[in-house]
């Protein structure tokens, strides 16, 4: 394997605590890619490695001497007893006090959601202050990453952290992504046919409420997409956020639809917290720009892309998670609360429900059609998804630990 020492003594290794809120994405991409190094000692502190460890991903794909830790709130302020980490890599959660010296952001996705600007990140800047030092000043214990250029200037100059403290490493699960997969792997944690049907991945974030609500109603629009997707003999996997971040009756309606539907599989994050399976095995991707567009543009498969909001310049409800639970905010106008304009994308869009399913059909039918789109996307703004983000992000993991 490039760049693998063979000889270390425990001393040597580098000390890695991944410090994780969902262990998924580029997060589980690093974990497993430097689990097959022998100059690093990893653990990865997580809220259920149970649950993580029944995932396809676990069992496909095993972390190599990798423990991995139920986090709990003594692990807050006390870390891993019995293990003293050179690096915590986090990605959105910082924990009460700090587990290592040095820390890394492997923030949790790239997306369209903002405006994270100072102001927005002010209680996460306090908390990285608190526990690794200044970050909008340069500092050698503490660095953040960034997926490409226009990502390193909007955490710059938009986000507040010093340019010193920043470094462009791609996606790591970009790395994954990009390498064909043989869905029969994956058939035996499905329950309908993967390999020779047609698998759609509809996975909306939960910002905006419900998914179709200012083209009409959920309920309609969900049996009519469903129903046309059934009768094209198509699967379906329709993954959701955390479920307590919707409203009871919301769940039961989407339980209602998967139970009615036998094409349709529902998921929860919390539920079921690692995506790239589903990732892999789908043939195209539905959001209305989710951050789960920006790793599913690496295999180049079709996207389409529900716009989210009747009018961007129109007011509307904006759903964010405190600890006190779901608070709903109206805002002047949609464009308060993106950092990059939903325009700006590697897919097809739709600003209406007759165009979704047109785009539907193209893309069941051309699966080629997004591949120049997502192909700019990536070589625009993610580095080109070239198979060398995990790389990258150990030569920093390198650099911050020697500073």
């Known amino acids: 394997m490039k760049g693998l020492l063979t000889t270390r003594t425990s001393n040597d290794r580098t000390k890695i605590l991944v410090w994780?809120?969902?262990?998924?994405?580029?997060?589980?991409?690093?974990?497993?890619?430097l689990s097959r190094r022998e100059d690093c000692d990893v653990r990865v502190a997580l809220p259920d490695p149970d649950g993580f460890r029944r995932e396809g991903v676990a069992q496909l794909f095993p972390l190599h001497n990798v423990p991995l830790v139920k986090r709990g709130p003594l692990h807050e302020v006390l870390g891993i007893p019995g293990f003293s980490p050179d690096i915590t890599v986090l990605d959105n959660r910082v924990p009460l006090r700090s587990t290592s010296k040095k820390g890394f952001v492997l923030?949790?996705?790239?997306?369209?959601?903002?405006?994270?600007?100072?102001?927005?990140f002010r209680v996460l800047h306090g908390q990285l202050r608190r526990a690794f030092g200044e970050p909008l000043a340069p500092n050698p214990n503490f660095r953040w990453s960034c997926f490409g250029p226009w990502d390193?200037?909007?955490?710059?100059?938009?986000?507040?952290?010093?340019?010193?403290?920043?470094?462009?490493?791609?996606?790591?699960?970009?790395?994954?992504?990009?390498?064909?997969?043989d869905k029969a792997r994956a058939q035996p944690f499905y329950p309908f046919d993967v390999v020779r049907k047609k698998t759609v991945l509809f996975a909306p974030t939960w910002h905006?409420?419900?998914?179709?609500?200012?083209?009409?109603?959920?309920?309609?629009?969900?049996?009519?997409?469903?129903g046309h997707l059934g009768r094209r003999g198509a699967n379906v996997i329709l993954r959701l956020h955390d479920s307590y971040r919707f409203e009871p009756a919301y769940r039961?309606?989407?339980?209602?639809?998967?139970?009615?539907?036998?094409?349709?599989?529902?998921?929860?994050?919390?539920?079921?917290?690692?995506?790239?399976?589903?990732?892999q095995v789908a043939d195209l991707l539905l959001t209305n720009y989710s951050s789960i567009a920006n790793l599913y543009y690496a295999t180049q498969r079709p996207t389409?892309?529900?716009?989210?909001?009747?009018?961007a310049d129109e007011s509307?409800?904006?759903?964010?998670?405190?600890?006190l639970g779901i608070k709903k905010t109206q805002v002047q106008n949609a464009r308060f609360v993106w950092k990059l304009p939903p325009e700006e994308h590697g897919g097809l869009l739709a600003r209406d429900f007759a165009t979704l399913m047109t785009q539907v059909d193209q893309a069941l039918d051309d699966p080629d059609c997004c591949r120049a789109q997502a192909r700019a996307f990536l070589d625009k703004h993610m580095?080109?998804?070239?198979?060398?983000?995990?790389?990258?992000?150990?030569?920093?993991?390198?650099?911050?630990?020697?500073?």
Not at 20 to 33: I, K
């Open 316 to 323: 509307f409800t904006w759903r964010t998670w405190t600890v």
């Open 208 to 226: 905006y409420g419900e998914v179709f609500a200012h083209w009409g109603k959920d309920a309609d629009l969900f049996e009519k997409l469903l």
């Open 20 to 33: 994780a809120t969902t262990f998924g994405a580029d997060l589980w991409s690093l974990t497993h890619w």
């Open 383 to 403: 580095l080109g998804a070239d198979g060398g983000n995990c790389e990258r992000v150990f030569a920093a993991l390198t650099e911050l630990k020697n500073a």
């Open 304 to 311: 389409l892309h529900i716009y989210p909001v009747a009018d």
């Open 152 to 181: 390193l200037e909007h955490r710059t100059e938009v986000s507040g952290f010093h340019p010193d403290n920043c470094r462009m490493v791609g996606a790591a699960s970009h790395d994954d992504l990009r390498v064909p997969f």
């Open 252 to 279: 039961t309606f989407l339980a209602d639809l998967a139970r009615r539907h036998p094409h349709v599989l529902l998921k929860f994050k919390d539920q079921h917290p690692d995506n790239f399976l589903d990732l």
């Open 107 to 120: 923030w949790h996705g790239f997306g369209w959601k903002g405006p994270n600007d100072r102001s927005e």
